[in-house]
């Protein structure tokens, strides 16, 4: 025998084994993958349809039945199916060729009896709850077979991560569908997985004689919500220091909390938390672990200290002559209301604690009198807005003799500065400055002795109105 010619024709053997074995993986992945895109069309196109029935009963539609299924939508699905697993059984090697009909079959099953179990009740409530979980079920099969096929094309077994994530957007979007409390059927969300589940496992039976082992990734979604109702966007991931964010699984079951950094999560174990962020600057990842200890979700938390203020005028508190400082005279003073807003206006900075650290100011008035404002810490704290109000005055024992604007020549103009830099109580419970350059000037006027306070923060001036001068405290 020539040994040669021997070891080459086994070479050719292995080959064209090797060969067959690939084209019936990438035939079988392909008519996996092409089941799953065509059930997710039929459902959307099923979800379109309940979407043309909102509002029917104020439109006088008493027959629903008269709003027939999408006739073109089914056609079409089943055209394309047919030519993909005409083009994979053109590859070759395919395990079962010719099967598009008996596929399209138990698609047709399936997608009847999810159709029959996500009812839509009997209003527009139940419609969209409806709508929004035959979507969700379309999207897991699509990405479940999704998953199996690039298992079965790679050769390797499916990758558990690109089933969580499939499965974790459907038991979100179940979740969430039930929140409205509108939904026709509520708590399925483990029926419908396990229906997804056996209908995954007999097409991949059917499309190869030895099909892989699909195997179910245990989903855990979660859902956060901010405790401050304002921003608007309250499942935001981006939160204010000292912010507290609710955050639960979805569908409800138990789970082990923890997270990292200076962050806290409480309680440590149950099926929802509250995640309170650092009072210092941090990224935070709440992670959700399973009764398998498994982890079965995460959410990454940024948190920002404050950046910035704007204020502006809220009123003036002495118009005209209604003021408890009397009537005209020759003495000055002021009263103010300002509103000022903690930036970024994006996070709320209710749960922070901030303080004017005032150092304190030394004038002389133009008359050569020496004058002083003592050092002083003003805490404060914002509304979840980020609101504050800020009075600003001089009190009624704190009226100025309008003499000092005299400087032996005329009576002049005369200003001087307030400065009042801004801290918050950072995690250590140090006090950080993030605003060091805010100032409160007080303005006088010499030829009417009014006088008048501002709010100066960078090219954001807040500026009152010009009164007095007065008689005299009431």
């Known amino acids: 025998m020539n040994t040669t010619r021997g070891l080459l024709g086994l070479s050719i053997v292995i080959l064209l084994c090797t060969i067959g074995t690939a084209r019936a ?40 039945k008269s709003m027939p299924y999408d006739l073109n939508c089914l056609r079409n699905s089943k055209n394309r199916l ?61 990405g479940t077979l999704k998953c199996q096929a690039a298992a079965i094309r790679d050769g390797t077994p499916v990758d558990p991560a690109c089933l969580l994530g499939a499965e974790t957007k459907f038991a979100y979007s179940f979740g969430a569908a039930e929140r409205s409390d509108t939904c026709a059927v ?66 409800a079951q138990a789970a082990t909390w923890t997270v990292n950094g200076k962050s806290t999560v409480a309680p440590a174990a149950g099926n929802a938390t509250t995640f309170t962020a650092s009072a210092s600057p941090e990224a935070s990842t709440v992670i959700a672990t399973d009764a398998g200890g498994k982890e079965c979700g995460r959410i990454t938390f940024t948190v920002v200290a404050p950046t910035g203020l704007t204020c502006a005028l809220t009123r003036d508190l002495c118009p005209g002559g209604d003021c408890p400082w009397g009537g005209v005279g020759t003495n000055m003073g002021h009263a103010h209301l300002f509103t000022c807003t903690v930036e970024p206006t994006t996070v709320s900075f209710y749960n922070a604690r901030f303080q004017e650290n005032i150092p304190g100011e030394n004038w002389t008035w133009p008359d050569g009198t020496a004058d002083t404002r003592a050092k002083d810490i003003v805490r404060w704290r914002p509304k979840t807005d980020n609101t504050t109000i800020d009075r600003v005055a001089v009190r009624p024992r704190g009226l100025i003799p309008g003499a000092r604007l005299n400087d032996g020549k005329a009576v002049v103009d005369f200003s001087f500065s307030v400065r009042v830099p801004e801290e918050y109580r950072d995690q250590t419970g140090a006090w950080v400055s993030w605003l060091p350059g805010e100032d409160h000037p007080r303005d006088f006027q010499g030829s009417t002795l009014a006088s008048r306070a501002r709010i100066v923060v960078g090219k954001n001036v807040a500026t009152g109105t010009f009164m007095g001068p007065f008689d005299k405290a009431k």
């Open 186 to 251: 509520t708590g399925d969300t483990s029926e419908i997985d396990s229906r997804i589940a056996a209908f995954v496992a007999d097409i991949l039976s059917a499309l190869a004689d030895t099909p892989p082992v699909v195997g179910r990734a245990a989903a855990c979604a979660l859902t956060s919500e901010t405790v401050s109702p304002v921003p608007a966007n309250r499942a935001r991931t981006t939160v204010g220091i000292g912010e507290s964010v609710v955050i639960s699984t979805v569908p």
């Open 25 to 64: 993986d990438i035939c079988t992945a392909t008519k996996a993958s092409t089941t799953g895109k065509e059930v997710s069309i039929l459902l959307k196109c099923a979800a379109k349809q309940v979407k043309l029935r909102l509002g029917a009963e104020a439109k006088g539609v008493v027959d629903l």
């Open 82 to 142: 047919n030519q993909k697993f005409q083009s994979a059984d053109g590859i070759g090697g395919c395990l079962h060729e010719g099967d598009a009909g008996a596929i399209q079959a138990d698609i047709d099953l399936f997608t009847s009896d999810v159709l029959a179990a996500l009812p839509e009740g009997g209003g527009d409530g139940g419609r969209i709850c409806a709508i929004a979980k035959i979507t969700a079920a379309g999207k897991l099969i699509a």
